[in-house]
């Protein structure tokens, strides 16, 4: 294998002390990238150990369809022991790290220590609200599960509230619903919200009109989807505006409260702000001891390890990895999805060849397939490069897109069902008050 690896000290020559040891990989976070990893894994000549918080792989992308009643949490997500059923070499541990041992390679889970020879960090991404933490506590955040089914509850409760209630004033209150971010995430939920509102809950009440629903998407930069072209942006900003959708572009935030949020000069009085707006990394920077770059991210070779540390590489969302236009690689599930494959390769590749810290021969290199945006059932954007699609035949690429990248022949076909019942009733499936109510 000496053609393929460049090697680097002698000290990284080998995995363990006998050529009999069997090396250890450890992979935190069973995401996008974690998961793409670990399948890389499953027929190496290693024991792999998964580590996630959860005991689902959930998929992001759908969140914001569990939190506007289409689709039921497990629709969009799946048990990583049942994903990794089939690959006897692989552990699962239900766990949340806390910490990395670099010196003693070991990863942390509270007083618990799991050793590695390997380890692959993926731990993704959390809300970042500008140096404005106390916002997370009056508006409502979409990264889990529980966030999308608490945003449900928010927004049927307060159809309830102002069903119940004789106060024109409250009842404004309540069905003004506020989304802050003008990304994917809350043009899609805009849309969503929209239908809704308009569609899905028009005839299901007495006292109030539900297409009356005020939902105001603000974003402080001056268009919609800044990673699409400009004239997608134009298309999702009037497909928006037909769903009655009122847009407030180049709108910074000043402030949030439970009563509503200001911008600039404006103050728009909602009891339902969503926050669609920033992220930032988990904290694997902290974990490793390191200086975090942009967004709390972890700078990486272009191997994806961790420069001084090739036994450890930092993958997805975690990862600050610079694309062919020297900008950093978007936070997206195909990044994180590459990321992980690539880094499976080169852990594979190292295995056969029992060289722990060999240097892939080239470095990893994203292929953008694609852009891709939801408006409501009809209207979607989707950004190939050089072809850009708009209306139904994108709205029809984006589903089974997404239908494609689920994982689980379950969860494909639950979303199908879901979503032609849907389009063709105007219902929705998933309209469940559960939990503690707000
Ligand atoms: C609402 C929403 C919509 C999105 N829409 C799109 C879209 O349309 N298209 C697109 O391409 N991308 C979309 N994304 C982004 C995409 O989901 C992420 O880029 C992708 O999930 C990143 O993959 P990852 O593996 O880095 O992290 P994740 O997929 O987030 O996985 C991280 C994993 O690490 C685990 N973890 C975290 N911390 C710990 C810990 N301390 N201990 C143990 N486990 C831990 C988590 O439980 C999780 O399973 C969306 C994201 C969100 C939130």
Request: charged residues 20%; glycine residues 10%.
């Amino acid at each position: 294998m000496d053609g393929i690896f460049e090697r680097i000290t002698t000290a990284e020559l080998s995995f363990g002390s006998t050529a009999t040891e069997r090396p250890h990989i450890v992979i935190i976070g069973a995401g996008f990238g974690g998961l793409s990893a670990a399948m890389r894994l499953g027929k190496v000549g290693a024991d792999v150990t998964v580590i996630d918080r959860r005991n689902y792989h959930l998929f992001q992308p759908l969140l914001y369809q569990v939190a506007t009643a289409a689709l039921s949490p497990a629709d969009i997500a799946a048990p990583i022991r049942g994903i990794l059923s089939r690959q006897p070499n692989t552990n699962v541990i239900l766990g949340t790290v806390t910490g990395i041992d670099i010196a003693g390679r070991a990863v942390l889970i509270g007083q618990r220590r799991i050793p590695y020879d390997q380890l692959v960090i993926a731990t993704g991404a959390r809300e970042s609200y500008f140096g404005h933490d106390e916002w997370a506590a009056v508006t409502l955040g979409l990264k889990k599960i529980d966030d999308a089914t608490a945003m449900r509850r928010r927004i049927l409760v307060a159809f309830e509230r102002a069903e119940d209630s004789d106060d024109e004033a409250e009842r404004r209150l309540l069905l003004t619903f506020v989304i802050i971010g003008g990304g994917p995430t809350g043009v899609e939920l805009a849309g969503a919200l929209a239908e809704l509102a308009k569609a899905a809950l028009a005839r299901d009440f007495r006292h109030i009109d539900p297409t009356t629903a005020r939902i105001v998407l603000v974003e402080a930069g001056p268009r919609l989807l800044p990673s699409f072209p400009p004239k997608l942006s134009e298309v999702a900003a009037r497909a928006l505006t037909r769903l009655g959708v009122e847009l407030r572009l180049g709108a910074k935030v000043t402030c949030c409260d439970c009563e509503g949020a200001v911008l600039g000069d404006e103050r728009i009085e909602s009891r339902t702000l969503i926050w669609a707006a920033g992220v930032a990394a988990s904290p694997a920077a902290g974990w490793l001891g390191i200086a975090s770059g942009r967004g709390g991210r972890v700078s990486v070779m272009a191997d994806l390890s961790l420069p001084g540390h090739p036994e450890i590489f930092v993958i997805g969302d975690t990862a600050e990895v610079e694309g062919p236009d020297g900008q950093p690689l978007p936070g997206v599930a195909p990044v994180a999805k590459q990321e992980g494959a690539y880094v499976g390769r080169v852990i594979a590749a190292r295995i056969a060849a029992r060289i722990a810290g060999a240097r892939p021969p080239t470095p990893f290199r994203y292929r953008n397939l694609g852009n891709l945006a939801t408006i409501g059932r009809k209207e979607a954007v989707v950004d190939f490069g050089r072809l850009q699609l708009t209306g139904r035949i994108a709205w029809l690429v984006w589903g089974l897109a997404h239908i494609y990248f689920l994982i689980g022949f379950r969860n494909r076909m639950a979303v199908a069902v879901d979503w032609l019942w849907s389009y063709l009733t105007y219902q929705r499936g998933a309209r469940l008050i559960t939990g503690q109510e707000m």
